[in-house]
């Protein structure tokens, strides 16, 4: 009986989502960079880079085992072209690193850490469901922002308002 790899799969519902959310990083002006709905809303440039980098945390738990939030190294956001091949970087990573991803390895522990103390620990398998669906629910954030912003927000599981998908 054939077991199921569980990297594949994680792998097709990223293709799933990937589009879609280039297309939504493509859209984001450097001048909204500093945006934020609300004092205590994160900024349009800072949320933009999160989105952009989540894939990267997918990467990082299935390689290195860890993410220390203290030395992870994190982008720094300048221009929008920028961004989109920093994104395009983090999405070949992790399609590498899910296509050869056994069911054992994810079966082995992930550890978010601070300077060394451990804050979070779980199989890889938790960590890249986890980190995938906080990356779409980013991504709905980020379309939100759009939307205050009148940036034309693009079909992401259907039509939108500004972009019907043809």
């Not at 980098?53 to 939030?69: A, C, G, M, N, R």
């Not at 890249?128 to 079909?155: C, D, E, F, K």
Request: charged letters at 25%; glycine letters at 4%; hydrophobic letters at 40%.
């Amino acid at each position: 009986m054939d077991t199921v790899a569980f990297g594949i799969e994680f792998l097709r519902e990223l293709e799933a989502e990937s589009g879609a959310t280039r297309k939504c990083l493509e859209r984001i002006p450097e001048r909204t960079y500093d945006w934020k709905p609300h004092e205590k809303s994160m900024s349009m440039g800072y949320l933009a880079l999160l989105v952009a980098e989540i894939p990267k945390w997918i990467t990082y738990s299935i390689e290195q085992s860890v993410i220390d939030l203290a030395t992870f190294p994190h982008f720094k956001l300048n221009t929008a072209a920028e961004l989109v091949a920093h994104y395009d970087e983090n999405i070949d990573g992790v399609r590498r690193a899910l296509s050869k991803v056994s069911n054992e390895e994810l079966s082995e522990s992930f550890f978010l850490k601070n300077n060394g103390q451990t804050l979070y620990s779980a199989p890889k398998k938790e960590n890249v469901i986890s980190s995938i669906n906080h990356w779409v629910h980013h991504r709905g954030q980020l379309t939100v922002y759009m939307r205050l912003n009148n940036i034309a927000v693009p079909s992401i599981y259907g039509p939108s308002a500004d972009d019907k998908g043809f």
